[in-house]
């Protein structure tokens, strides 16, 4: 069965440092993965996709993530962060071979940034 | 800009009354799923539809929950008798699925259901 874990529940950076984001993905196939964000109070929103095409796939708001099969990870990192990227990270793998069309998502990230 | 609607926003509401949260998924997908999210659970799958066909409601307590699509436009999801541990945000996602291929789910705002 496919799931990822996301290794940290809250992680705390300084505006301006970098940011990262790590997740594990186990898949029994070659996996889509999401990064998906939700701001407070609102819907979530999606960061980014890897669907195996390059394997370092960039997203919105500066964000990116590399997908390494040797490692089954896929981190999300940004090289500096805004206090605007404050907000919960959620890590998403899609189901069996994709044909059903879900998602699993990971328990979250929460990412709060300090002036 | 295409998006995905819900509504009402928020519901206020005492147990053991009915409460039916709407969904308008983006025209052109054929697929639209049912969420709920709590603290202690996270994001947690209820149902979903594939062409206005229930695919797998497994997620949903069976007794209180029902989730339908009258046409292509609309999805809902009743909930009755409401309970106050059924208190989350409900969200409606949508997304286009094809033969082999995942492609991204869209999410709407969410319904915030408080049961009292």
């Known amino acids: 069965a496919q799931s990822v874990t996301q290794l940290d529940s809250h992680v705390s950076v300084s505006e301006g440092t970098p940011v990262l984001l790590r997740c594990n993905y186990s898949s029994s196939y070659s996996p889509s993965l999401f990064w998906y964000v939700q701001h407070p109070n609102k819907g979530l929103q999606l960061l980014l996709k890897?669907?195996?095409?390059?394997?370092l796939v960039k997203g919105i708001n500066g964000f990116e993530a590399e997908f390494k099969k040797s490692e089954t990870s896929f981190h999300l990192t940004k090289p500096s962060a805004h206090m605007s990227d404050a907000a919960e990270y959620f890590c998403?793998?899609?189901?069996?071979?994709?044909?059903?069309?879900?998602?699993?998502f990971g328990k979250g990230t929460k990412l709060s940034v300090k002036p | 800009d295409a998006r995905v609607t819900q509504t009402p926003r928020h519901k206020v509401t005492e147990m053991g009354q009915e409460v039916t949260m709407r969904c308008q998924p983006i025209l052109g997908h054929n697929t639209v799923f049912w969420y709920r999210q709590t603290m202690m659970q996270g994001l947690e799958l209820l149902a979903y539809?594939?062409?206005?066909?229930?695919?797998?409601d497994s997620g949903m307590p069976k007794d209180r929950f029902s989730a339908e699509m009258p046409d292509a436009t609309l999805a809902t999801l009743k909930i009755q008798p409401s309970e106050p541990r059924d208190s989350a945000v409900y969200f409606c996602a949508s997304g286009l699925v094809l033969a082999g291929a995942t492609d991204t789910q869209y999410f709407g705002p969410g319904t915030r259901l408080t049961v009292l």
């Open positions: 890897y669907t195996s095409a390059a394997t």
């Open positions: 539809f594939r062409n206005r066909a229930p695919l797998d």
């Open positions: 998403v793998v899609s189901d069996q071979k994709g044909s059903q069309g879900n998602l699993i």
